[in-house]
């Protein structure tokens, strides 16, 4: 039985800064920006958007056309929890009308969990065929100010159906994957920052890939030559473009571009966008290259503290019919620039802690909004 994507859609926010405008205010050549490190804009998140309004936006377009119909699970990957306790999906079974038949969790593992919830919701299918599982990976990436990690930031959401037949991608059962326990980015409970060690984190995010693809290829039979494109988590494009070039060492510019070009385009103007950012470069992929009907498709998940797995799929005959990319390209042309100010306003905003009521200022925003807080607990509306 065939299981994979069968469904997938990407929302980020309407709001992004320039990293010209980012360059300039912290005094830094704007090229080791736009080349050193690959990215041109990042997505920014205002006070009434947070995960779940993003995973709710992105899940959207799935309901209007019906695909989340008979779904049995609601898997939420994020590392920007924003409860120890209730799951962020259970806000999305509200909003979305989900069925009470379904089970909803919410997975963390830095930004692998994604494809953790991927392999589970397969298992599940595999189980009952007639079932979907929603998986939505939805993240927030923020780092101090003024810290390396700046430029890396970025927001954005996945949502995806794994079901038997797929219309999109049917992913094979072999996978390589490595763990170990690595302090390169960490988040303790108490901070809305997360911790990185940078230049480590590079390095244990190629050390995993070495080990997950030979693992793979030793598994599988395949070589690098059995791949029509590759995709990468992309904490910023450079980094999926070294990554390639470790495998397939001594690749020409103009190959490299061939097969991980397209897979970049969203990220450079999102960000980082944690858990979301294979499945990002992976929309990014689908809806940009020419038809890819029947060629098989790398991906390596990485997950920092760390986890990381290299997989792959093979794209569905007639799969464009299912996407949704006049949808994604036009969310992105349309977005807001915000001027150097209103980043840092929104930066310092804050999640107020006191229980009182909090009416958030109203921003533009997809199909939901974070309107506030009441005695602790988050209220969201349609808007
Ligand atoms: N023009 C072109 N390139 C330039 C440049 C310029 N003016 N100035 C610097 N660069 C290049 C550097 O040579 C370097 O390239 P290289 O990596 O090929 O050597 C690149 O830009 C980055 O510069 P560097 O000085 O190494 O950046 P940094 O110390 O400020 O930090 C990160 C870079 C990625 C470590 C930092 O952004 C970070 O910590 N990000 C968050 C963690 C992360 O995303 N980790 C990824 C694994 S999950």
């Not at 219309?167 to 302090?183: C, H, N, Q, W």
């Not at 995010?205 to 992309?234: P, T, V």
Request: proline share 4%.
């Amino acid at each position: 039985m065939n299981i994979g994507i069968d469904q997938i859609s990407f929302y980020t926010s309407q709001y992004f800064l320039d990293l010209r405008t980012l360059a300039e205010a912290r005094g830094i050549d704007p090229n080791k920006y736009i080349i050193g490190i690959g990215q041109s804009k990042m997505g920014i998140s205002p006070p009434d958007e947070d995960i779940v309004t993003m995973a709710a936006s992105a899940a959207f377009p799935l309901k209007q056309r019906g695909a989340l119909d008979n779904i049995e699970t609601l898997l939420f990957a994020t590392e920007s929890g924003i409860d120890q306790s209730k799951a962020a999906g259970l806000f999305l079974h509200s909003l979305l009308d989900l069925p009470e038949r379904c089970r909803v969790v919410e997975l963390k593992q830095a930004c692998y969990s994604a494809t953790a919830a991927l392999r589970m919701a397969m298992g599940l299918v595999a189980m009952r065929p007639q079932n979907k599982v929603l998986v939505i990976a939805s993240d927030i990436a923020r780092y101090k100010l003024k810290s390396p990690g700046e430029s890396t930031q970025g927001c954005g959401a996945v949502a995806f159906t794994i079901s038997a037949d797929p219309r999109i991608l049917t992913i094979d059962p072999e996978a390589g994957f490595y763990s170990a326990d690595v302090m390169d980015f960490w988040r303790p409970n108490y901070l809305s920052e997360a911790l990185v060690d940078g230049k480590f984190s590079t390095l244990t995010y190629i050390k995993s890939l070495k080990a997950s693809w030979k693992q793979y290829a030793e598994e599988s039979g395949r070589s690098l030559e059995d791949f029509s494109r590759f995709c990468y988590h992309i904490p910023f494009t450079r980094m999926a473009a070294k990554a390639h070039q470790k495998l397939a060492r001594g690749i020409s510019e103009e190959n490299l571009e061939r097969v991980i070009g397209e897979s970049l385009l969203y990220s450079r103007d999102a960000g980082n966008c944690y858990s979301a950012a294979l499945y990002v470069g992976l929309t990014s992929l689908l809806d940009n290259a020419e038809d890819l009907s029947g060629q098989r498709i790398g991906l390596y998940s990485y997950g920092s503290g760390c986890v990381g797995e290299f997989f792959s799929g093979v794209v569905q005959p007639n799969y464009r019919k299912s996407l949704l990319t006049k949808l994604h390209q036009t969310m992105l042309t349309e977005r807001a620039e915000l001027t150097f100010q209103q980043y840092e306003d929104i930066y310092h905003y804050g999640t107020p802690t006191d229980g009182g009521t909090h009416d958030f200022p109203q921003y533009r925003t997809g199909p939901f909004r974070f309107a506030g807080l009441q005695s602790h607990k988050r209220i969201y509306e349609k808007t």
